[in-house]
């Protein structure tokens, strides 16, 4: 049973502060990707990779980074969060190829 | 890149009527259409899927059809139940160079009522 994790569901933090989320999966998933989800505009890619130490840019990148050292362990870092990045995170994993992306549970971000 | 469209937002029926959802694309080179679920509070969860090479595919009580001449799909419910209520969402893969790269639609709501 594939399962992917994220470090945390709710998370509070200030303007211009430097935020972490992390995201792991256990099934041994090449790609790995981070969208965020707003009411009324779906989910949007924000990066991806398709292999430990590799990144994409998606369709909103501006304002975040991403690093993968480990090919279980995809983060997507804010550098200086703001109160327009208030959104739902969501990481999920596929296997290489046109697969299906398996999601994890979501972070509420509020960035007051 | 590519851009997909998704109709109607909201959608209410009864238990056991059929519901249709439609979604347009843009990049005539996109191939792989994928439908997700997502019920309240949970994750998104596949439910299916087509490859452009197929125009219908089913699964029980869903169906997806794909127009690739006029590039849109469509998911079909039928027979309606309650556990349906949930928000759906379209994609289409917009990068072929190989990467999965998924552009979502914008969702559709769906209410089941009993």
């Known amino acids: 049973d594939v399962k992917v994790t994220q470090s945390s569901r709710y998370l509070v933090k200030r303007t211009g502060e430097k935020v972490f989320l992390e995201c792991v999966q256990d099934?041994?998933?090449?790609?790995m990707f981070w969208y965020r989800q707003d009411p009324g505009l779906g989910l949007r890619l924000i990066y991806f990779s398709y292999d430990v130490k590799m990144k994409e840019k998606g369709d909103i990148p501006e304002g975040y980074s991403v690093s993968r050292e480990k090919k279980e362990r995809f983060s997507l870092i804010l550098e200086s969060a703001s109160t327009n990045q208030t959104s739902m995170y969501l990481c999920?994993?596929?296997?290489?190829?046109?697969?299906?992306?398996?999601f994890g549970p979501g972070t509420r971000l509020t960035v007051l | 890149g590519e851009n997909v469209e998704q109709h109607p937002s909201t959608l209410s029926v009864q238990e056991g009527d059929s519901a249709v959802i439609k979604c347009t694309y843009s990049d005539s080179a996109s191939n792989y259409f994928p439908w997700y679920k997502q019920e309240l509070g949970k994750r998104p969860q596949l439910i299916i899927d087509i490859r452009s090479n197929v125009g219908e595919k089913k699964d029980q009580r869903i169906a997806v059809t794909l127009n690739k001449t006029a590039k849109h799909f469509s998911l079909h419910i039928t027979e309606t139940q309650p556990e349906d209520s949930a928000v759906y969402f379209c994609a289409a893969k917009g990068d072929v160079t190989g990467f999965q790269k998924l552009v979502f639609g914008t969702g559709t709501r769906l209410l089941v009522s009993p």
């Open positions: 099934m041994d998933h090449e790609n």
């Open positions: 999920a994993s596929s296997l290489r190829g046109d697969n299906e992306q398996f």
